[in-house]
């Protein structure tokens, strides 16, 4: 079965940097788009960003020049770097897959993943 396995969560302070990792285990991803989101108390899960088969990558625009997505597929993960923490970006941050591969346009619709992580608590204080 597909499992997505996410670490690197933690408590940081405004303006430091946090590294989210995402290792997938019985599927290759390499082909299919991957994505982060976050889910703060009480809100909707929102799209943060998101990298197709061919490593294009999109972001919010809340923390486009602040977070890179990347993926390694030598190990079959994704990874989120987060610099230039702010409090805004405290929430519980989810990796998925898309259910489609070589999608070119990656979705940033949570509908459109099939497989989530656990979630990883991210929390920036002031």
């Known amino acids: 079965q597909v499992q997505l396995v996410e670490s690197g969560g933690g408590l940081v302070r405004t303006g430091g940097s946090l590294r989210l990792s995402c290792a997938v285990s019985?599927?290759?991803?390499?082909?299919?788009?991957m994505a982060w989101f976050r889910q703060a108390p009480g809100k909707e899960r929102e799209f943060v960003a998101a990298?197709?088969?061919?490593?294009?990558?999109r972001y919010q625009q809340s923390v486009t020049g602040r977070f890179i997505i990347s993926r390694d597929n030598a190990k079959n993960s994704v990874s989120l770097q987060m610099n230039s923490l702010k409090p805004e970006d405290t929430a519980v941050y989810y990796c998925a897959v898309d259910e489609q591969a070589f999608r070119e346009i990656a979705t940033t619709k949570p509908f459109d993943y099939a497989y989530w992580g656990q979630g990883a608590q991210v929390t920036v204080s002031s």
């Open positions: 019985g599927r290759t991803v390499t082909n299919y788009a």
């Open positions: 990298l197709n088969f061919q490593n294009s990558a």
